[in-house]
T-cell receptor
Framework: EAEVAQSPRYKITEKSQAVAFWCDPI?????LYWYRQILGQGPELLVQ????????DSQLPKDRFSAERLKGVDSTLKIQPAELGDSAMYLC?????????????FGSGTQLSVL | QKEVEQNSGPLSVPEGAIASLNCTYS??????FFWYRQYSGKSPELIMF????GDKEDGRFTAQLNKASQYVSLLIRDSQPSDSATYLC????????????FGKGTKLTVNP
C-alpha cells in the first residue's frame, strides 16, 4: 500500500539551531501539505503545494520557516533558528489534486523537541 | 476567523455502547466534512467523509450533517476498546485553496 514517507521520525535540537524535515508524497499526488500539531491540539496547516507552487502559506512563520517542493514531488520544511515553541509534531500529507475533497493521506510525522 | 469546534472530552463509554462525537463550524459556505481518527503518537487517518445533509453510514460508523445548524457528528455503534483514540473533525473551508481546517479533537476511551 502506498504511503507518505517522512524523515526523520524524531528530532531533538537546541534552540537557535537549524532543522529540516523531508517528505515524499504518494506517487501521483500533486497536492502536498505540511501541518504542525501541538500536543492536545488539532493539526494546523503551515503550507500547501500544488505541484511545485505554493497555494497557501498564510500560517507559515516566514521569518524562520521555509518550505520548498522544487520538482513537484518531494518536499523539505526548514526551521532556522528553532525556538522552544516550535516543539511539536510536523505532519506531511498528500492528496490527489483532482479529488479536491480533503481526503488527506498523512505520513508518520516528525516529532520535534527543541531544548 | 474560520473555526471548527469540538468538545475536547475526554469521552468515556463502555464497550458495546454508542459513542457520539460532535462538531460545529463557523463557515456557512463549507461543503465538505471529514472525521479523522488519531491513535496516540500516530498520524491522523481518514475514517468518514460527508458532503450532503443527512446521515451516511459505513459499518459501525455514521456521520451526520446539518448545514443549517452548521453541525456535524460521528456516531460509533458497538464501541470497541480499539476505537479508543482522538477523533478530529475537519472542514473544507471556502476560499479557492480548498483549505482543510481541523478541530482540536475529542479523546474517546472505550472501557472493556
Amino acid at each position: 500500500e502506498a504511503e507518505v514517507a517522512q524523515s526523520p521520525r524524531y528530532k531533538i535540537t537546541e534552540k537557535s539551531q537549524a532543522v529540516a524535515f523531508w517528505c515524499d508524497p504518494i506517487s501521483g499526488h500533486a497536492t502536498l501539505y505540511w501541518y504542525r500539531q501541538i500536543l492536545g491540539q488539532g493539526p494546523e496547516l503551515l503550507v500547501q503545494f500544488q505541484d511545485e507552487s505554493v497555494v497557501d502559506d498564510s500560517q507559515l512563520p516566514k521569518d524562520r520557516f521555509s518550505a520548498e517542493r522544487l520538482k513537484g514531488v518531494d518536499s523539505t520544511l526548514k526551521i532556522q533558528p528553532a525556538e522552544l515553541g516550535d516543539s511539536a509534531m510536523y505532519l506531511c500529507a498528500s492528496s490527489l489534486s483532482k479529488d479536491r475533497s480533503g481526503k488527506l493521506f498523512f505520513g508518520s510525522g516528525t516529532q520535534l523537541s527543541v531544548l | 476567523q474560520k473555526e471548527v469546534e469540538q468538545n475536547s472530552g475526554p469521552l468515556s463509554v463502555p464497550e458495546g455502547a454508542i459513542a457520539s462525537l460532535n462538531c460545529t463550524y463557523s463557515d456557512r459556505g463549507s461543503q465538505s466534512f471529514f472525521w479523522y481518527r488519531q491513535y496516540s503518537g500516530k498520524s491522523p487517518e481518514l475514517i468518514m467523509f460527508i458532503y450532503s445533509n443527512g446521515d451516511k453510514e459505513d459499518g459501525r460508523f455514521t456521520a451526520q450533517l446539518n448545514k443549517a445548524s452548521q453541525y456535524v457528528s460521528l456516531l460509533i455503534r458497538d464501541s470497541q476498546p480499539s476505537d479508543s483514540a482522538t477523533y478530529l473533525c475537519a472542514v473544507n473551508m471556502e476560499g479557492g485553496s480548498e483549505k482543510l481546517v481541523f478541530g482540536k479533537g475529542t479523546k474517546l476511551t472505550v472501557n472493556p
